[in-house]
C-alpha cells in the first residue's frame, strides 16, 4: 500500500516552454501533497503544499506563477513549470499524505527535468 | 523552529560490518513524529519508518533497527550487517506542528552510505 506515482520519470524541453508533472496516489486519498525540489548531493527543498480542491501554499522564496499547481482531486496534484529555463533544470518530487495531518508522507519516484 | 542534524556527510563501510547513522533534531513540541527515508540513486524516497514522540520503544526490523531517546533529541539508525543494496542517501525527518509547520516534514542533509564489496 501507499503507492505515489510521478510522471514523466524524464522530461528534456527547450527554453521557454511549459512542462507538466502529474503525481498521484495509487491506493489512497491524498488530501494533501507536496511538491519538492533536489538539487545534486543536497537535500530535499519544500516548495509547495497542496490541499485537495484549494488554492496550494508556496513556501518563501518559490514563485508562484512559474511553478503552478492543482490538486484537482484526491488523488491527482500536477505541477506545471511554465515558460522554463536552464536554471529550472532539477529533479522534482512530490508526496502524497492521507487524511490526516499526521499522516506519515510517502514520495514518488521523482520527475527530473532538462530546460535546454 | 524545528532542525535535524545529520552530521555524518558520507560515510563508507565494507560489506558485512554494522553501521549506525545518528540524528539529532531540534523542536519545541511536545507531540511530534520522526521518519527516516532511504533514497537509492534511482531517486525515488523510500519510507523506512515513523517515531511518535510519546513512544520511545526502539524498533527492529530485520537488519534495521533504531534508537530514539527524547533526553538526548536523537533518532539513530542502525544497519546490522551491512550489504551492498543498503548504499544510498539516507534522510531522517521532523515533523510537528510549532512554527506554522503543521506537520510538514523538516530534512536533515542527508548521509550518504556506501557499502562496498
Known amino acids: 500500500g501507499a503507492v505515489v506515482s510521478q510522471h514523466p520519470s524524464w522530461v528534456i524541453c527547450k527554453s521557454g516552454t511549459s512542462v507538466k508533472i502529474e503525481c498521484r496516489s495509487l491506493?489512497?486519498?491524498?488530501?494533501?501533497m507536496f511538491w519538492y525540489r533536489q538539487f545534486p548531493k543536497q537535500s530535499l527543498m519544500l516548495m509547495a503544499t497542496?490541499?485537495?480542491?484549494?488554492?496550494?501554499?508556496?513556501e518563501q522564496g518559490v514563485e508562484k506563477d512559474k511553478f503552478l499547481i492543482n490538486h484537482a482531486s484526491l488523488t491527482l496534484s500536477t505541477l506545471t513549470v511554465t515558460s522554463a529555463h536552464p536554471e529550472d533544470s532539477s529533479f522534482y518530487i512530490c508526496?502524497?499524505?492521507?487524511?490526516?495531518?499526521?499522516?506519515?508522507?510517502?514520495f514518488g519516484p521523482g520527475t527530473r527535468l532538462l530546460v535546454l | 523552529a524545528q532542525k535535524v542534524t545529520q552530521a555524518q556527510t558520507e560515510i563508507s563501510v565494507v560489506e558485512k560490518e554494522d553501521v549506525t547513522l545518528d540524528c539529532v533534531y531540534e523542536?519545541?513540541?511536545?507531540?511530534?513524529?520522526l521518519f527516516w527515508y532511504k533514497q537509492p540513486p534511482s531517486g525515488e524516497l523510500v519510507f523506512l519508518i515513523r517515531?511518535?514522540?510519546?513512544?520511545?520503544q526502539n524498533e527492529i526490523s530485520g537488519r534495521y533497527s533504531w534508537n530514539f531517546q527524547k533526553s538526548t533529541s536523537s533518532f539513530n539508525f542502525t544497519i546490522t550487517a551491512s550489504q551492498v543494496v543498503d548504499s544510498a542517501v539516507y534522510f531522517c525527518?521532523?515533523?510537528?506542528?510549532?512554527?506554522?509547520?503543521?506537520?510538514?516534514?523538516?530534512f536533515g542533509k542527508g548521509t550518504l552510505l556506501t557499502v562496498n564489496p
Open positions: 508526496s502524497a499524505r492521507g487524511t490526516s495531518i499526521v499522516e506519515t508522507q510517502y
Open positions: 525527518a521532523l515533523s510537528g506542528y510549532s512554527g506554522g509547520s503543521n506537520y510538514k516534514l523538516t
Open positions: 491506493d489512497f486519498q491524498a488530501t494533501t
Open positions: 517515531r511518535n514522540s510519546f513512544d520511545e
Open positions: 497542496s490541499n485537495e480542491g484549494s488554492k496550494a501554499t508556496y
Open positions: 523542536t519545541r513540541d511536545t507531540t511530534y513524529y
